[in-house]
Protein backbone atom coordinates (compact mmCIF):
# COMPACT_ATOMS: atom_id res chain seq x y z
CA UNK A 1 0.00 0.00 0.00
CA UNK A 2 1.39 3.39 -1.08
CA UNK A 3 2.19 5.73 2.14
CA UNK A 4 -0.33 8.32 0.97
CA UNK A 5 -2.68 6.35 1.01
CA UNK A 6 -2.37 4.62 3.93
CA UNK A 7 -1.59 8.16 5.76
CA UNK A 8 -5.47 9.13 4.41
CA UNK A 9 -6.67 5.63 5.07
CA UNK A 10 -5.38 6.24 8.82
CA UNK A 11 -6.99 9.95 8.74
CA UNK A 12 -10.05 8.60 7.24
CA UNK A 13 -10.47 5.93 9.81
CA UNK A 14 -10.12 8.33 12.85
CA UNK A 15 -12.06 10.63 11.47
CA UNK A 16 -15.46 8.33 10.95
CA UNK A 17 -14.57 6.23 14.85
CA UNK A 18 -14.68 9.86 16.56
CA UNK A 19 -17.63 10.82 14.03
CA UNK A 20 -19.71 7.69 14.74
CA UNK A 21 -18.77 8.26 18.55
CA UNK A 22 -20.12 11.32 18.32
CA UNK A 23 -23.27 10.60 17.20
CA UNK A 24 -23.84 7.45 19.57
CA UNK A 25 -22.97 9.93 22.72
CA UNK A 26 -24.41 13.41 21.27
CA UNK A 27 -27.75 12.65 23.26
CA UNK A 28 -25.23 13.42 26.76
CA UNK A 29 -24.61 16.65 25.33
CA UNK A 30 -28.01 18.17 26.11
CA UNK A 31 -27.77 16.19 29.70
CA UNK A 32 -24.17 16.71 30.54
CA UNK A 33 -21.93 18.79 27.93
CA UNK A 34 -19.06 18.29 30.69
CA UNK A 35 -19.45 14.76 30.71
CA UNK A 36 -19.95 14.93 26.68
CA UNK A 37 -16.68 16.30 26.23
CA UNK A 38 -14.78 13.95 28.57
CA UNK A 39 -15.71 11.03 26.67
CA UNK A 40 -14.90 12.72 23.17
CA UNK A 41 -11.54 13.41 24.65
CA UNK A 42 -11.17 10.01 25.66
CA UNK A 43 -12.54 9.10 22.20
CA UNK A 44 -10.30 11.31 20.71
CA UNK A 45 -7.20 9.97 22.24
CA UNK A 46 -8.06 6.49 22.32
CA UNK A 47 -8.54 6.44 18.43
CA UNK A 48 -5.31 8.10 18.14
CA UNK A 49 -3.10 6.12 20.00
CA UNK A 50 -4.76 3.21 18.43
CA UNK A 51 -4.27 4.28 14.55
CA UNK A 52 -0.66 5.40 15.40
CA UNK A 53 0.08 2.41 16.83
CA UNK A 54 -0.82 0.55 13.97
CA UNK A 55 0.56 2.79 11.57
CA UNK A 56 3.96 2.18 13.31
CA UNK A 57 3.28 -1.43 12.47
CA UNK A 58 4.88 -1.05 9.20
CA UNK A 59 7.27 1.62 9.61
CA UNK A 60 10.92 1.00 10.01
CA UNK A 61 12.89 3.99 9.94
CA UNK A 62 12.41 7.35 9.79
CA UNK A 63 10.23 7.31 12.96
CA UNK A 64 10.01 11.04 13.70
CA UNK A 65 8.96 11.96 9.92
CA UNK A 66 6.09 9.28 10.02
CA UNK A 67 5.08 10.53 12.85
CA UNK A 68 4.86 14.30 11.52
CA UNK A 69 2.83 13.18 8.32
CA UNK A 70 0.75 11.16 10.39
CA UNK A 71 -0.13 13.58 12.29
CA UNK A 72 -0.45 15.90 9.72
CA UNK A 73 -2.95 13.55 8.20
CA UNK A 74 -4.67 13.24 11.07
CA UNK A 75 -5.56 17.05 11.19
CA UNK A 76 -6.27 17.21 7.85
CA UNK A 77 -8.44 14.82 7.75
CA UNK A 78 -10.36 15.14 10.69
CA UNK A 79 -11.20 18.93 9.20
CA UNK A 80 -11.69 18.17 5.84
CA UNK A 81 -14.63 15.63 6.42
CA UNK A 82 -15.97 17.75 9.51
CA UNK A 83 -16.27 20.82 7.88
CA UNK A 84 -18.77 20.27 5.14
CA UNK A 85 -21.21 19.02 8.01
CA UNK A 86 -20.32 22.14 10.15
CA UNK A 87 -20.57 24.59 7.85
CA UNK A 88 -23.73 23.88 5.58
CA UNK A 89 -24.45 20.40 6.51
CA UNK A 90 -26.93 19.21 9.48
CA UNK A 91 -24.93 20.91 12.07
CA UNK A 92 -24.39 24.21 10.46
CA UNK A 93 -21.56 25.92 12.92
CA UNK A 94 -19.92 29.05 12.31
CA UNK A 95 -16.09 28.28 11.79
CA UNK A 96 -15.07 30.28 14.71
CA UNK A 97 -16.96 28.21 17.05
CA UNK A 98 -16.44 24.77 15.55
CA UNK A 99 -12.36 25.42 15.87
CA UNK A 100 -13.40 26.45 19.85
CA UNK A 101 -15.52 23.08 20.34
CA UNK A 102 -14.36 20.75 17.96
CA UNK A 103 -11.45 21.78 15.82
CA UNK A 104 -8.54 22.77 18.08
CA UNK A 105 -8.92 19.21 19.89
CA UNK A 106 -8.09 17.92 16.89
CA UNK A 107 -4.13 19.33 17.20
CA UNK A 108 -3.39 17.02 20.09
CA UNK A 109 -3.37 14.28 17.46
CA UNK A 110 -0.12 15.12 16.08
CA UNK A 111 1.22 15.58 19.52
CA UNK A 112 0.52 11.93 20.15
CA UNK A 113 1.85 10.71 16.80
CA UNK A 114 5.35 12.73 16.99
CA UNK A 115 5.37 12.00 20.23
CA UNK A 116 5.29 7.99 18.87
CA UNK A 117 7.63 8.83 16.13
CA UNK A 118 10.27 10.56 18.83
CA UNK A 119 10.25 7.27 21.16
CA UNK A 120 10.42 4.86 18.52
CA UNK A 121 13.35 6.86 17.13
CA UNK A 122 15.70 7.61 20.07
CA UNK A 123 14.69 3.83 21.22
CA UNK A 124 16.49 2.63 17.03
CA UNK A 125 19.19 5.14 17.77
CA UNK A 126 20.03 3.45 21.40
CA UNK A 127 20.03 0.05 19.79
CA UNK A 128 22.31 1.01 17.05
CA UNK A 129 24.80 2.68 19.51
CA UNK A 130 24.99 -0.59 21.89
Known amino acids: MKKSFRLVLFGFLS ?11 FPLKNDSEHLFEI ?15 LYFRRVHAGFLGEGCLLGMAFVACNL ?9 GPMKMPL ?4 KEIGLAYLSMPIISIGFGYVLQAHTSCEGGV
Open 15 to 25: WLVIFGASVCL
Open 96 to 99: LQYL
Open 80 to 88: LFDLPMFSA
Open 39 to 53: LMGFVLTTCTVAFTT
